[in-house]
């Protein structure tokens, strides 16, 4: 998935790589970890939400 993803982000294709493998193999790296939260997380949410909107909530 990631190599597909890359595809379309290539800017952000070995950052993608990279979390897919400590996926599978987490270290617990706190330097890592605190750029899924302050970098990829923030930017894969408003990314989604350019491409698809931001779904209504569920009555």
């Known amino acids: 998935m990631a190599e597909v ?13 990279e979390a897919a493998v400590l996926g599978y193999e ?12 302050d970098d990829l997380g923030p930017w894969l949410a ?5 491409v698809h909107g931001i779904k209504k909530p569920r009555p």
Do not use: H, M, N
């Not at 993803?5 to 790589?17: I, N």
């Open 5 to 17: 993803f890359g595809t379309y982000y290539p800017e952000r294709a070995a950052q993608l790589r």
């Open 26 to 37: 987490p270290k617990g790296d706190a330097v890592v970890l605190r750029s899924y939260v």
């Open 46 to 50: 408003e990314e989604y939400a350019r």
